[in-house]
């Protein structure tokens, strides 16, 4: 709502701080954003932010609805998915539910961030201190981002799979392209080498080595498959000496483009396609805690730092602090509009308790950060941002203070228990409990059920089978089967999922799905 | 510094959604396909051109992903812990193992979560509905394109786009709500107020069950309750949103009469009906592009014809024999009485099942050829059925001999025969 109703020019602040405020009206021009990101650039100096440059495109409203749907890809391959995004978006713009849609930026090199026509100055110098300073050092410094992505190759990339998947559109039809990318969607989650380096993403070196690859991997599968059955050697799975693969396989989409028997070159090529884009958004979501607590934490710093310069005056700050509030408001888990623990909030929390025990530690903070409390902040803070993601960033990071200003508190839904329990709360014997269980929530293993390949019956059927082991017996959800007809459609042949939890198979599912054992 | 690039791409790549917006349609087209089909059943047949809200059940559009169940041991840490410590216990409710904090959620505006709503724009609606006729391309576009369109104003409406928001508008409407909603309640509180003043003001009266006091309370917690509630209104609201509205309205030349006639002898169910009602759209259609002016009347006959709305027209049910030419008596009437042919383009539709008392053919023919073929641009005459043809059929066969510019006939079985009727009608405005 705020941003739809004028509001009348704020008065100018009384007392006049040291300069004059760059601007006093809440209408943007593109001189007026070019100053306020002069001067933020100082500012985020000041600071040792260290950015890629950044490109700063201002853009509508519909344009931006465009951007959301398309997961932020600049230029992303044409799929129904993002067209349903893009209604469920534009549904919730006209009914002015949407969130924070004034703020997206690329992970490229120079990094873009858009700006929203309607937004107001203030909100404009709010998303460039956020997404052009905040987002932008996060990306350049974190170490996740330096190993696993390439900011300056993404655009390219990104380009490259949308001509690759409209030339496969117009030579074997939509329909076909479309099932194998929801397929490969399906799995996309388990699409990442969570562990090994992969190689960087490069448009030129892919269209290169694609006429090779396809020669020589089709060369290759047949291989795998050019088995004459001997007959009485493996007969019995049991005394079968070699599994294939030797070692679970923790990338399923990798593991399908590499083996799947059937598949066309073409289809593979998607499905690497997928992979590759699994992979570059993979630190994304292992950091979102820490990238938008980082951003937030700057957007807050760097704006206050412009208002103590005098640069902007008091209503600016008015407008922003209310935006600012919105971002970061934590809805207690009994409110309606509670849905989980907001990460703009956990994140900002934990990023200004840092400085906080940094500047003035308490005995408290002392004792639990003996190598931080009471040193340089700045210094701190950069270290935090540089060397975690946000399963270890909370483990390390997430003080008492912060505890019980959110009041966290755990509990357990046991299947085998009637109550609910409530396992820790914010008090000195379940800070270090509470702690590890929230930065437990944030392990990608740990919130996806962590399935693996398990072997290929290379000699028999040609099934494939995968093995599910579950933590804390939790099962997995209803859309198992529906997701296993999608690793069906892309291997071939009949695939077998078993949950099996210490040595015993305590469930089953199959595709195509046999006459017994369905849960 | 100095190493920031701004850029405004206002102008440029607008819309680039459309493809995955076209891609989603394409693939939930069955979905789309019904409800447009069951929207055509119930919109008049000259409201055929707007979007439409067409739903999905959201389970046939979920993107499937593995991911946990319910079951097992599972922890969580929430916000906002009031009251507990560790090792307190929570009965979960009844119903065997429900989880507590809900994974649904609840959708603001009632529109059920499990249903995916969204709007398809007034050219899908017709894309939609020409797909179900098999209308070839060319016909598609001329009827959906005309040659000029003018914007108008046409006042406010309570949906639209931020951009087109009336401020003025909104915020009287908010205002005119809150004296609304707190108007009567102000009044209470001045009356309450001057009583306490009043009160206060008078000597004490020794009335023990309501002491002076007691009565200041009361008024003063009334008063306390009535403010609270004046406070709860909210300065503005969604209801308040006014958004100015244009439509687009074509330019074409002048004015038009559409005749509907229709057997609606017990022997045409609701599917002829229905049939027919989309061959009626198709005339409108076609109709709307051409002229600036279109009347369309409605003549229902069995034994007897009659003027009728469009309700009537197609939903309300009748038996009986069948007299055809009492609706062409009727038809020539109204042309003589309001429709002259010197200011009216006349186009008729006539849609039957065939059945016709024998001896009323031969003086349909001769009411068709003397008195009304001569006076219509066009007169089309549909027959749905997937029978033999009787009497009707070949007394018309005849007419289109002598008339074959203006008269054309057709049999129908199916809502995709409905065109080759209209090809003829396009060929003819083509040459």
Known sequence: MSSLIDRPNAPESEQPRAGSPISTSSEWTFDLIRQYDEEIAKCAAEFGLDTYPNQVEVITAEQMMDAYSSVGMPVGYHHWSFGKQFLQTAKGYQRGQMGLAYEIVINSNPCIAYLMEENTLPMQALVIAHASYGHNSFFKGNYLFRTWTDASAIIDYLVFARHYVSECEERYGVDAVEEILDSCHALMNYGVDRYKRPSPISAAEERRRQKEREEYEQRRINDLWRTIPKANEDDDPVRRKTRFPAEPQENLLYFIEKNAPLLETWQRELIRIVRKLAQYFYPQRQTQVMNEGWATFWHYTLLHRMYDKGLVNDGFMLEFLQSHSAVVYQPPFNSPWYSGINPYTLGFSI??????LSENPTDEDREWFPDMAGKDWLENLHFAMRNFKDESFIQQFLSPKVMRDLRLFAIENDDQEDHYKVTAIHDEPGYRTLREKLARQYNLS???PNIQIYSVDVRGDRSLTLRHIPVDRVPLGKETD??????HRLWGFDVHLESVDEGVVVAEHHCPQGTDDEH | MGMTHIVDRRLNGKNKSAVNRERFLRRYRHHIKKAVSDAVQKRSITDIERGEKVSIPTRDIEEPVFHHGQGGRQEVVHPGNQEWVAGDTIPKPEGGGGQGQGQGKASPDGEGMDEFAFQITQEEFLDFL????????LARKKLKDT??????????????VPAKLDVVRSLRGAHARRLGLGGARKKKIRDLEAQLAALKSAPEELDLAFS???QIRVLEEEIARLKANVRRIPFIDEIDLRYRQHLKQPKP???????????????????HKDIAKRFFILLYLFL????????????????????????????????????VSSALKLMNKIIQSRYSPAEWNIYAAQASDGDNWNDDSPICSKLLSERILPQVQYYSYIEITPQDHQMLWYEYEKIMEQYPQSFAMQQIADPRDIYPVFRQLFERKAA
Do not use: W
């Not at chain 2, 020409?130 to 391309?137: A, G, H, S």
């Not at chain 2, 009537?312 to 038996?319: D, K, N, P």
């Open chain 1, 351 to 356: 990023f200004t308790d840092l400085r906080r």
């Open chain 1, 446 to 448: 740990y919130r996806e």
């Open chain 1, 482 to 487: 529906e997701v296993l007809r999608h690793a």
């Open chain 2, 130 to 137: 020409f797909d179900d006729l098999e209308l070839p391309n």
């Open chain 2, 147 to 160: 040659e000029a369109f003018s914007y108008v104003r046409s006042g406010f409406t309570t949906q639209g």
């Open chain 2, 212 to 214: 002076h006091a007691d």
């Open chain 2, 253 to 271: 030349a002048t004015s038009a009469v559409m005749f509907c006639l229709m057997d609606v002898s017990g022997s045409m169910t609701q599917m």
């Open chain 2, 288 to 323: 709307k592009k051409n002229y600036k002016k279109i009347d369309v009347v409605f003549i229902r006959h069995h034994t007897s014809a009659k003027e009728v709305d469009e309700e009537e027209f197609f939903y309300s049910r009748e038996t009986g024999g069948t007299i």
